[in-house]
């Protein structure tokens, strides 16, 4: 989705751009063209070779000294740019874009460019809630600019508190965000749910599995870098919360099942990438179970079937996981709880499934159409379940009669 897409990612003097060499390597890595354009001040903190060197494209920092191949510069990056990102952006070169000032190539290519424009604005403090500074960011987020930032931390003056660039990876989901306005899934709500849930037995044990949610977030971002509004309810806290979606934290089967009906109440699409337990304790101790006897029983009750609550008219996709057998249960849990697609893993499999960062899924639709597909990144299966999503979503709003009836 985003491969091929023009980013111009532009670096201002602050002591965050190293950090921006980073951003710059990432979005290369997804197959984004990245033309850095630097200000004079930039260039003290932070070498143009190390962006050149991770985007393997000319680095402009002088208006004047530009490569042959930008001939009428600021206009043809500005034209050719999907988005325009400024970060770390100082409250110089913010004060100068509200102002319309194209003193420098950076500040030319905001002012020409019809593309979005996203600023991650890195300070010191004073700088940052000076009314001034305040007053402008206003006036540029009136105008459509997108303000991604700032955090709050220590700052490079010894000081603490507002003016940190904000996390690289929330800026990364930012600029994805932006691109996906164009995308096939705009204007769909889409509910993910990720993660192994977590079943109390006292106050501080769980039955639990092995799920990372690596696969939901998967899920999450891909439908988020092709427009959808996304909402992840999710159990896991070892993965960064993905930037431009709706995060609702759980921990039991109970509190997903409730987070998950409230989500779906007006959405268009569920993803069940969770990994529910189908059973959680009877009786949760209010202190911590002391060991004392031998033997210890619980008694454990059955889970609410999350996914099959939800009724409706929405696009229900689930997953499995076996060990054997894997279509006919597949195909049995599709029609059991009526799902419009299944995709199943085989959970024997070391590269595949749990923890792992590549998945090989087999997708089943309600027509029985399997599709074994191939051992990828979970962000390329993703993808291609939503590639699925989009097809069904658009024999929906052709035929909408109700399905769960
Ligand atoms: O655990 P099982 O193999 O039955 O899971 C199949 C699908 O059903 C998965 O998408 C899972 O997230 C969902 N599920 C659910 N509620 C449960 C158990 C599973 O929604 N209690």
Redesign the pocket.
């Known amino acids: 989705m985003v491969e091929g897409k023009n980013v111009v990612l532009g670096i201002t003097g602050s002591i965050a751009a190293y950090k921006a060499v980073d951003i710059a390597a990432k979005l290369t890595q997804k197959g984004l063209a990245v033309d850095v354009v630097m200000t004079k001040a930039a260039t003290k903190f932070v070498s143009a070779l190390s962006f050149r060197s991770v985007t393997h494209r000319p680095v402009i920092t002088d208006m004047w000294e530009t490569p042959a191949e930008f001939n009428i510069e600021h206009v043809s990056l500005a034209e050719r740019a999907d988005v325009v990102v400024i970060a770390p952006a100082t409250a110089n070169t913010i004060a100068k874009l509200a102002a319309g000032i194209a003193d420098e190539i950076l500040t030319c290519t905001v002012l020409a460019t019809r593309a979005p424009i996203i600023l991650a604005p890195a300070m010191d403090a004073g700088m940052y809630s000076n009314p001034i500074t305040q007053e402008n960011l206003a006036k540029l987020r009136s105008r459509g600019f997108i303000i991604a930032g700032p955090g709050y931390g220590w700052l490079a003056s010894g000081l603490v508190g507002m003016g940190r660039l904000v996390d690289p990876n929330e800026i990364l989901g930012t600029i994805f965000q932006a691109l996906g306005k164009k995308g096939d899934l705009v204007d769909k709500h889409i509910v993910v749910?990720a993660g192994g849930t977590r079943e109390p037995i006292d106050l501080v044990r769980y039955i639990g599995n092995r799920s990372s949610g690596k696969m939901g977030y998967a899920l999450a971002e891909a439908a988020r870098d092709r427009g959808a509004t996304v909402t992840l309810v999710t159990s896991v806290t070892e993965l960064p919360p993905p930037a431009g979606v709706e995060v609702i934290p759980v921990e039991s089967?109970l509190e997903m099942r409730e987070a998950v009906l409230k989500a779906t109440a007006a959405a268009d699409v569920l993803i069940?990438?969770?990994?529910?337990?189908?059973y959680h304790p009877a009786k949760v101790a209010k202190d911590k179970i002391k060991r004392e006897s031998e033997t210890l029983t619980l008694e454990l009750v059955k889970?609410?079937?999350?996914?099959?609550e939800v009724r409706g008219n929405i696009i229900k996709v689930?997953?499995?996981?076996e060990s054997k057998d894997l279509i006919v249960r597949g195909t049995e849990?599709l029609k059991k709880?009526k799902l419009d697609l299944i995709a199943v893993n085989d959970i024997t499999a070391e590269d595949s499934g749990f923890a792992t960062d590549t998945n090989r899924v087999i997708l089943i639709d309600r027509k029985g159409k399997v599709e074994q597909l191939s051992l990828m990144p979970k962000y390329e299966v993703a993808h291609l379940i939503l590639d699925k999503v989009v097809v069904l979503l658009s024999r929906a709003q052709r035929s909408p009669a109700e399905k769960d009836t």
Request: a neutral charge.
């Open positions: 749910s089967a069940m990438a969770a990994a529910v337990a189908d889970t609410p079937d999350i996914i099959g689930g997953f499995a996981a849990k709880k």
